[in-house]
């Protein structure tokens, strides 16, 4: 079984889709129709779904700090490897692409760490926000800087 769902956060709408195996996409900037918002009201009906509302909503309360989610996101397996190093940063903590990099056991694949930040499929559970550049500057994100700076800042302000 697979569902689709609609999460409406600080940062705007959240468009998420899971298969039983697990949670395979969280796009930001999603703009649902009017029926899609009247549904995202109601608890979605698949129930890895329903988890991410759960935990979505804890952590944009500012009680959630790790999200405990099975995932499901499609891509190579340096993608996967970058992913999983991601989701290895503490919450309210950045760190540089660089020590990504190193983290994977590519300390020169700088440049193959941020294209992985960019494809990543689930953003803010997998959170490439957390990344910046080596100098402390944000660079890139898929959702807009400001979306990161707002994210960087609320985790900030909630640890």
Not at 33 to 38: A, I, T
Not at 114 to 137: D, F
Request: net charge neutral; aromatic share 10%.
């Amino acid at each position: 079984m697979t569902g689709i769902s609609y999460f409406d956060s600080p940062v705007g709408w959240l468009k998420l889709e899971a298969s039983d195996d697990g949670l395979e996409s969280l796009t930001l900037n999603a703009t649902p129709s009017m029926d899609e918002q009247v549904a995202a009201k109601n608890m979605p009906v698949h129930p890895i779904l329903k988890l991410v509302h759960i935990q979505l909503s804890e952590y944009f309360s500012g009680t959630r700090f790790q999200f405990e989610l099975p995932l499901s996101p499609a891509g190579t397996y340096f993608q996967q490897k970058c992913w999983n190093a991601l989701c290895q940063i503490p919450y309210a903590k950045t760190c540089c692409y660089q020590d990504v990099a190193i983290a994977v056991d590519s300390p020169k694949a700088v440049r193959a760490v941020g294209m992985a930040n960019n494809r990543n499929p689930i953003a803010i559970i997998i959170p490439c926000h957390r990344v910046i550049g080596k100098n402390g500057s944000l660079v890139g994100y898929g959702g807009g800087l400001s979306i990161k700076q707002w994210l960087l800042d609320f985790e900030k302000q909630h640890k």
